[in-house]
Structures are given as C-alpha cells and as structure tokens.
C-alpha cells in the first residue's frame, strides 16, 4: 500500500481509510442519550413489576398470618368440653407484634343439648374487614362403659 491509499479521503462527510474502513472512534452523544434512554425505560418496567411483586408477597403475608389466627381460634374452641363453651364467651384483643387483632366469642343456645358458636376475627388494620366462623357443638351422650350391649 502506498501512502495515497493510506491516507484518509472523505466522501459524503464520512472520514474512511483507504479500505472502506471508519476511521471515527468512540461513540456519538446520540448514541449515547439513546442508549441512556432504553436502560430508563426497561428499569421503569423492572422497578414497576418489583414493586407489584412485593405488595402481592405482603398481601399473601397477611392472609397466611390472618388464616393461621382464625384456625387457631377454632381450634382452641373446638377442643374445650362442652359445658366450659360459656366460659369462653366474650372479646379480648392479641397484640402479636405480626398481626394485632380482636377476637371475640359468641355461645348461644340452639336446642338443648346444641350450642352455636361464633369466632369472630377483627384485624387491628382497619384496611381488612373481619371474619367470621360460626360452627355448632353438642353435648356429648351420656355412657356407661360397663353397659355393654
């Protein structure tokens, strides 16, 4: 090659070496700003979805912790012998430091050996409305074990 073709010619305000090659280096500012733009708006989109995906997790947090305590509630009530269901009723507040709340009791005679119970649960969080669980428990017959039939 000799040192004309070497030289850089300039057609059309393109700088190119003698084999068709750019001889520009580095990138343009519009490149740049166009570049700086497309990250912006995908990390809009990501940041978007992250903050969707932590709301839907916390939500899913407070049902799971609202589900537990309302089976508990029935549980405890279900396990108590018949004739101690009164001395359940009433209202008492919990304050766990994962999910503060007021559960109350209500025991009403449906027949005479049928109680109806009532748990009802009221988030401390006004956002979420109470649940109620209403379930039926009688007395237990009477047997005598040495009564075989």
């Known amino acids: 090659m000799n040192a004309a073709t070497r030289r850089a ?3 059309d305000g393109v700088c190119r070496t003698g084999a068709g090659m750019s001889a520009r280096r580095g990138v343009s500012m519009i490149e740049v700003v166009v570049a700086m733009t497309l990250f912006a708006l995908v990390m809009t989109g990501v940041a978007a979805m992250t903050t969707h995906v932590a709301r839907s997790a916390q939500f899913s947090s407070i049902a799971t912790q609202r589900s537990a305590a309302l089976a508990l509630g029935v549980n405890q009530l279900e396990a108590l012998p018949y004739d101690s269901l009164h001395g359940r009723q009433g209202c008492k507040n919990v304050s766990s ?3 503060p709340r007021r559960e109350c009791v209500t025991v009403t005679n449906v027949a005479p050996r049928v109680k109806e119970v009532q748990f009802t649960l009221t988030p401390a969080n006004t956002a979420l409305r109470p649940d ?6 009688g007395a237990p017959t009477p ?3 040495l009564n075989l039939p």
């Open 97 to 99: 430091a994962s999910f």
């Open 9 to 11: 010619v300039r057609y």
């Open 143 to 145: 047997r005598n074990p």
């Open 132 to 137: 109620t669980v209403t379930f039926q428990r």
